[in-house]
């Protein structure tokens, strides 16, 4: 069983929905990113996304195209994060999965990024811009690597299609709860938890929700129907806001402590 799946295993039999947060590796410097990642699994984080910087992330809001040009203008490269994952994966036990784009993944070579991957410590990959027909090579290598390669759906997924990628990603599925692009939102669309419902009734596969989700007050809503709740832009604001990196450490592990909070079942009255 992977990482992956036993962390999804131990929260259903908590009665628990994931918590995954994001930050872009590099921003605002590999050191710090360390320092974030090990705080966000201290405040309670169940699994977490490390973004890889690229010069022209379509699938991201103006809040992490930021956070990419300033992990880019600090040399981050692929290959460094993998560097800082396998400093990771020495201290904490959360899994980690790399975001990102198909370039640098490629540039690498399927192969290569794979037995990368996994000697690294690396658990898990989404590529937001490579459906699994044209990613096959890389997510086939991915598989054979021991790293799970998770794909992606949206509202305008049809039935068919969302049957194909619950049964061909590995990890979960994650849902992306809006049209358009990465950014912190007011409100969650309307017809968000029947759209995940619709998912839910093909296979049971973990769908995690992402892409917008801005409060606790979302999370505890998504919590509700689906297995887990992406939180990405609203973190990367407050490293963007913080005048110092001890205080974006601070502020990213409080925000994420409300969060894992809001995932939790409420407590039962006495």
């Not at 036990?93 to 540039?107: I, S, T």
């Not at 054979?144 to 305008?156: C, F």
């Not at 992402?210 to 887990?228: K, N, Q, W």
């Amino acid at each position: 069983m992977s990482r992956i799946a036993a962390c999804f295993e131990q929260l259903r039999t908590r009665g628990e929905k994931a918590l995954v947060p994001y930050v872009t590796a590099g921003d605002p410097d590999l050191g710090t990113t360390e320092a974030l990642v090990l705080a966000m699994a201290e405040a309670g984080a169940d699994l977490i996304e490390l973004g890889v910087p690229f010069s022209d992330p379509i699938a991201d809001g103006p809040t992490i195209q930021r956070a990419s040009q300033r992990a880019l203008e600090r040399a981050t490269s692929l290959r460094r994060v993998l560097e800082l994952t396998k400093r990771l994966r020495a201290r904490t036990e959360v899994p980690l999965l790399l975001m990102g784009h198909a370039n640098p993944f490629y540039a690498m070579g399927p192969t290569g990024f794979a037995a990368a991957a996994a000697e690294a410590g690396v658990d898990g990959v989404i590529v937001a811009d490579l459906p699994p027909e044209e990613g096959a090579d890389l997510y086939g290598a991915a598989e054979k690597a021991g790293v799970d390669g998770v794909l992606l759906a949206a509202p305008t997924t049809t039935e068919a299609r969302l049957r194909f990628l619950a049964e061909r990603t590995r990890g979960f599925l994650y849902y992306v709860s809006l049209t358009g692009v990465t950014g912190a939102r007011a409100a969650l669309a309307a017809d968000l938890a029947a759209a995940v419902g619709r998912v839910k009734a093909l296979s049971d596969v973990p769908v995690c929700v992402g892409f917008g989700v801005s409060t606790p007050e979302h999370a505890r809503e998504i919590a509700r129907f689906a297995d887990g709740v992406v939180v990405g832009s609203a973190i990367v604001e407050r490293i963007e806001r913080a005048r110092t990196p001890d205080e974006a450490v601070d502020s990213v592990a409080r925000f994420v402590a409300e969060l894992k909070a809001a995932t939790r079942p409420a407590p039962k009255p006495r």
